[in-house]
């Protein structure tokens, strides 16, 4: 079996890789998620439900969870750099087109493929960095990265939110496809050769093994289980919001009510704050701590009261981020083996809770508004708590 080197890269050449990668966050989670802010639009365009609307997120989500595990092999075969700007100029490209779908069955086709060519980059980049950048510097690296998939979120939010204030939704995603394929020039012109990468023999029995291995590991399962209900419960907040401000009693216009995504910034402090605090009290006590303080703002968010709605957002937002930064973490402190097969399969379940669960929310907000969607992910919320526990209990015996 091949050996990895170490990495070799210089600081000028370290820096190229994290400028690179932080474009790289900025057009992936732009194109991902800027169908959220577009969703009441779309509605209108088309005589869409909420719920059938909604599949333009979580189509996307759903198609890029199927193709994380496969897009990572495949890495560890065809190199790294290699998927990662074919996953971008390919999404990219799609992005570009989706804005003249003349229905809305070919705007959904449109963001599904979207899905599947974005995988590479989420796949692939935290394996590419650990390769690259020496280890002084990882943890740095890695900071970057992940404030770019934050602020590509945002601005992938904000952007048609403000474009939609004079014109119709096709010019929304035509602006984010503008700005995502000028942030796919960015990373493919700036990220460098691969130095630590070594090229892995395809062996597909040894994959499945671990694979398996790690589904029937205790810890792991349960942080598994938990990825799938916490993403599932917090993006279908999001995905319904922008109705529930748009109409009545808040009748806020559709750029008004996309500033509600800039609370995601607090998300982003979250997470650090909250990987600290786990080392110093352990993670499955800061990571309760951060689902009750998710729990709280969904309840805050029942009120027909803007700033208490606002508040209870952003605790939603806050306690969000936090636990997803301490899960993620405790898979790669929990795997004995091939952690990269660990994360992919974490990530798996988190993207396919946005997609599945957060589809399905369009049900509960349909027949009972938002009380209905509150309670549905209040209970899933509970069910991340329970997950915790036994996270905990697996990770003691």
Known sequence: ??????????????????????????TTFASMYSAQALLPSLSTAFGATPAHAALAVSLT???????????????GRFGRTRVMITS?????????IVPLSPNLEVLLAGRALQGLALAGVPAVAMAYLAEEIGAGGLGAAMGVYIAG????????????????EGASWRWGAAAVGVAAALCTVWFVRELPDSRGFVAQPLDITTLARDLAGHLRHG????????AFVLMGGFVSVYNFLGYRLVHEPFGLSTA???LVFVLYLGGTASSTIAGRLSDRLGRPRVLIVALVTMALGLALTLPDRLPIILIGVLLCTVGFFAAHSIASAWVGAAARHNRAAASSLYL????????????????PYARYGWAG?????????????????????????
């Open 1 to 26: 079996m091949a050996t990895t080197i170490a990495p070799v890269g210089t600081g000028a050449h370290e820096r190229r890789i994290t400028l690179a990668l932080f474009a790289a966050g900025l």
């Open 61 to 75: 989500t759903g198609a890029l969870a199927v193709a994380i595990v496969p897009v990572s092999v495949l890495s």
């Open 88 to 96: 971008a100029i390919a999404a990219a490209a799609i992005g570009l």
């Open 149 to 164: 998939t934050s602020v590509g979120g945002l601005a992938g939010r904000l952007i048609p939110a403000f474009v939609l």
């Open 219 to 226: 810890t792991l399962l349960a942080l598994f289980v938990l």
């Open 256 to 258: 008004t009510a996309g």
């Open 348 to 363: 798996f379940f988190y993207y396919l809770g946005s997609s599945v669960v957060g589809g399905a929310a369009g049900i």
């Open 373 to 397: 969607l509150s309670v549905y992910a209040g209970i899933l919320a509970a069910a991340a708590v329970s997950t915790t526990f036994l996270a905990r209990g697996a990770a003691r015996a």
